[in-house]
């Protein structure tokens, strides 16, 4: 069955860095576009940020642009987020996505309900 499964989250002091990985299986993972969503307590999930099927196209929410980055490694079947200068409102549960998109798109898409499968999430609590 397909599988995502994150990692690397943890407790981080105000302004420090974390790296969030997710490593996918049972899927053919280069056929989809990936993204990162994230949940605080009391609020609904909301996209992070995205990347294309080959990761030449990256696209991000307003609230992480410059401190977060996305990437992946077809090769190896994960898909990264660097988090830099983090703050305490991103405090919150990670989840990595994979979107099935058909050939002829390829661009990040933002809408939860557009991706097919889901990893199980990871916490990231950043302290002040």
């Known amino acids: 069955q397909v599988q995502l499964v994150e990692s690397g989250g943890g407790l981080v002091q105000d302004g420090g860095s974390l790296r969030l990985s997710c490593a996918a299986s049972?899927?053919?993972?280069?056929?989809?576009?990936m993204g990162w969503f994230r949940q605080a307590p009391g609020k609904e999930r909301v996209f992070v940020a995205g990347?294309?099927?080959?990761?030449?196209?990256?696209y991000y929410a307003d609230s992480v642009k410059g401190r977060l980055t996305i990437s992946r490694d077809n090769a190896k079947n994960t898909v990264d987020l660097q988090m830099d200068s983090l703050k305490p409102e991103d405090t919150a549960v990670y989840y990595c996505a994979a979107d099935y998109q058909p050939y002829y798109r390829n661009t990040p898409r933002t809408a939860e309900n557009e991706y097919d499968y889901w990893g199980q999430g990871t916490q990231v609590t950043v302290s002040s």
């Open positions: 049972g899927l053919a993972f280069s056929r989809y576009t």
């Open positions: 990347i294309s099927r080959s990761g030449g196209s990256t």
